[in-house]
């Protein structure tokens, strides 16, 4: 019914940077691509970073914060992640999130029950 696709992920060395990009297709009504997530071999799953529908909200994870930069093209139905200054802690398969709501406030970006919609991951790897 709802597809979302990761793309651009790959193998680049410390300090490079990545565009990553998220397309909902399928029965997308009131689908909204919202948020990124990650996930580190042999740890759990955890926020990246979330926008609002009309782009006039952030999140950002402490980790990434000054590096990496949401954005999102709601014609396109896409949503995209500009990872600048990468570190080999980054390494992760990244996840698209969607969401039904227009956005969040405080840790309800970072809550994955507000997220019915999971792309299939795109894996960054960060080499030292």
């Known amino acids: 019914q709802v597809q979302l696709v990761e793309s651009g992920g790959g193998l680049v060395q410390a300090g490079d940077s990545l565009r990553l990009s998220c397309v909902a297709s399928g029965r997308t009504f009131s689908v909204r691509p919202t948020g990124w997530f990650r996930q580190a071999p042999g740890k759990e799953r955890e926020f990246v970073t979330g926008?609002?529908?009309?782009?006039?909200?952030?999140s950002y994870a402490d980790s990434v914060k000054g590096r990496f930069t949401i954005s999102r093209d709601n014609a396109k139905n896409t949503l995209y992640l500009q990872m600048n200054s990468l570190k080999p802690e980054d390494t992760a398969v990244y996840y698209c999130a969607a969401a039904n709501a227009l956005g969040f406030s405080g840790t309800g970006w970072a809550n994955e029950g507000h997220y019915p919609y999971w792309g299939q991951g795109t894996q960054v790897t960060v080499s030292s």
């Open positions: 926008i609002s529908w009309s782009g006039g909200s952030t």
